[in-house]
T-cell receptor
Framework: DAKTTQPNSMESNEEEPVHLPCNHS???????IHWYRQLPSQGPEYVIH???SNVNNRMASLAIAEDRKSSTLILHRATLRDAAVYYC????????????FGQGTELSVKP | DADVTQTPRNRITKTGKRIMLECSQT?????MYWYRQDPGLGLRLIYY???????NKGEISDGYSVSRQAQAKFSLSLESAIPNQTALYFC?????????????????FGEGSRLTVL
C-alpha cells in the first residue's frame, strides 16, 4: 500500500485559513487521495477526496500537486469545531478499496 | 437514529471469553468494514466485506472473525479475548463512488465500541 506522510501536529487561529500538507510520493495512477478527520470521542468522518484535479466541497478544498506526489487540505476559515486529527489516505480500488489510516495531523485551533 | 449503529458501545470482559460486536446500517450500502483504534494511533483495518458473500482480511485479522449476516449487518467476533485486544472498534460502510470505475466513495463510521479485556 502506498504511504502518506503528514506532520504530527499543527496549530491555527480561529477564523484563519489552515493548510494541512500530505506527501505521497509513491502514489499510483489509480490511487484516490482521501481526507478524513476524527473529532474527539467520535468516529472518523469524511472530508473530501480527489484524483487529479483540485476539489471543493462545503467543508474544505483539496489541492493536488500536478505530479500527484503531494496534496494539501485547505480549511478556509478554521473554527474551534475543526480541532481534530486529520488523516490523509490513499485509497485504491484494485487493493479492495480499503482505507489504510496513518498517524494523521492533530490540528488545534486557538480562539 | 444513527445510520451506522454499533452494539455494545462499551464492554468489559475477561481473558478467554468470547465477544461479539455487532454493526447494523440503514444506508443500504453493500460494503462494510471493521477497524480498531489504539490510543494515540490511527485506525487499522481488521476485516471488510463488499457484499453478503464476500469476506476479506485486513491488516490485523489474527484473533478475529466476522460474519456478514445480511446486507445491513456485519459482526466482529473475538473467539478468545486477550488483553491486547483492548481497543476502540469502529464499523464503517461505503458505497461506490461517483467518479472513475475505481472510485470507492466515502466511508461512514459508527460511533465506536470500546472493549476492555482484563
Amino acid at each position: 500500500d502506498a504511504k502518506t506522510t503528514q506532520p504530527n501536529s499543527m496549530e491555527s487561529n480561529e477564523e484563519e485559513p489552515v493548510h494541512l500538507p500530505c506527501n505521497h510520493s509513491t502514489i499510483s495512477g489509480t490511487d484516490y487521495i482521501h481526507w478524513y478527520r476524527q473529532l474527539p470521542s467520535q468516529g472518523p468522518e469524511y472530508v473530501i477526496h480527489g484524483l487529479t484535479s483540485n476539489v471543493n466541497n462545503r467543508m474544505a478544498s483539496l489541492a493536488i500537486a500536478e505530479d500527484r506526489k503531494s496534496s494539501t487540505l485547505i480549511l478556509h476559515r478554521a473554527t474551534l469545531r475543526d480541532a481534530a486529527v486529520y488523516y490523509c489516505i490513499l485509497r485504491n480500488y484494485n487493493q479492495g478499496g480499503k482505507l489504510i489510516f496513518g498517524q494523521g495531523t492533530e490540528l488545534s485551533v486557538k480562539p | 437514529d444513527a445510520d451506522v449503529t454499533q452494539t455494545p458501545r462499551n464492554r468489559i470482559t475477561k481473558t478467554g471469553k468470547r465477544i461479539m460486536l455487532e454493526c447494523s446500517q440503514t444506508k443500504g450500502h453493500d460494503r462494510m468494514y471493521w477497524y480498531r483504534q489504539d490510543p494515540g494511533l490511527g485506525l487499522r483495518l481488521i476485516y471488510y466485506s463488499f457484499d453478503v458473500k464476500d469476506i476479506n482480511k485486513g491488516e490485523i485479522s489474527d484473533g478475529y472473525s466476522v460474519s456478514r449476516q445480511a446486507q445491513a449487518k456485519f459482526s466482529l467476533s473475538l473467539e478468545s479475548a486477550i488483553p491486547n485486544q483492548t481497543a476502540l472498534y469502529f464499523c464503517a460502510t461505503s458505497d461506490l463512488g461517483q467518479g472513475a470505475p475505481w472510485d470507492t466513495g466515502e466511508l461512514f463510521f459508527g460511533e465506536g465500541s470500546r472493549l476492555t479485556v482484563l
